[in-house]
C-alpha cells in the first residue's frame, strides 16, 4: 500500500517550521515518509520519489481534483527538482 495523504499531514502537522522538508524513501509498499534534516536538504532523486508519492496519495484520496491540486500548486516545484516542504501540504 502507498503512502497515504495522512501520512503527509501528520507529519507536516508534527512539524513547528514551515520550510521543512518532507522525504519518502523505497517505493510502493516498502515507502516510508518522514521529516526531513534541518542542517541537509533531501537530493533531487529523494524529491522526485516524494512528489511522485504525494500527488499518488492526492489522485487516490481526492481524484482528478487533487491530481489538479497537485499541478496547480506543487508543478513547478517538481518540474526544478525542488523538494516538498510542508507548507505544501
Given at each position: 500500500?502507498?503512502?497515504s495523504?495522512d501520512?503527509f499531514?501528520?507529519?507536516a ?7 521543512r522538508k518532507?522525504?519518502?524513501?523505497g ?5 516510508t515518509?518522514r ?8 537530493g533531487k532523486?529523494?524529491n ?13 484520496e481526492y481524484g482528478?481534483?487533487g ?21 505544501g501540504v
Amino acid at each position: 500500500m502507498a503512502i497515504s495523504i495522512d501520512v503527509f499531514k501528520n507529519l507536516a502537522n508534527a512539524s513547528w517550521r514551515d520550510g521543512r522538508k518532507l522525504v519518502v524513501h523505497g517505493e510502493g509498499d516498502q515507502a516510508t515518509a518522514r521529516l526531513g534534516s534541518f542542517m541537509f536538504s533531501p537530493g533531487k532523486a529523494e524529491n522526485a520519489a516524494t512528489m511522485k508519492a504525494f500527488k499518488e496519495a492526492l489522485e487516490a484520496e481526492y481524484g482528478v481534483f487533487g491530481t489538479h491540486a497537485f499541478d496547480s500548486f506543487l508543478a513547478t516545484r517538481d518540474l526544478r527538482g525542488k523538494g516538498l516542504r510542508v507548507s505544501g501540504v
